[in-house]
């Protein structure tokens, strides 16, 4: 069992939605979801240093954290918060997965930066990161 925190923007929660459908279909593969939810109060924390505790909370049990890497993560707040506590807010960092959208031609160059592995948007590659 894979505990994981998928970043996302809800702006562009179709390619989270078809993320979460790749990983909840993939074979001989079963995880544990800490990503925080669309209705979750943290979206709604008073002030910066909240909304970093509430995120290092939420990041705590997961072992990775998946980032999709399409050209709007590069002006998120939240991504780069999590960049940061994936970094530098643990004891052992959490390893940064930077997912390549399908058919995107352009991609954030501050995930990939961060990223400890890039994968393409299949399956095999996905997973076969997660299990590293």
Not at 23 to 41: E, H, I, W
Not at 45 to 64: D, G, R, V
């Amino acid at each position: 069992m894979y505990n994981l925190l998928i970043s996302h923007s809800w702006t562009y929660s179709d390619a989270y939605d078809r993320l979460v459908d790749l990983l909840d279909n993939a074979s001989y593969f079963s995880y544990r979801n800490y990503s925080v939810p669309k209705d979750d109060p943290i979206h709604n924390a008073p002030t910066q240093w909240q909304l970093k505790e509430a995120i290092k909370a939420q990041m705590a049990p997961a072992s990775c954290v998946l980032i999709l890497a399409g050209v709007y993560s590069t002006y998120s707040k939240w991504i780069n918060i999590e960049i940061d506590l994936a970094k530098n807010g643990f004891y052992t960092p959490k390893r940064i997965i930077a997912i390549e959208p399908w058919g995107s031609e352009r991609t954030s160059q501050v995930v990939k930066n961060a990223a400890d592995e890039i994968v393409k948007w299949n399956t095999s590659s996905i997973v076969g990161a997660i299990r590293k």
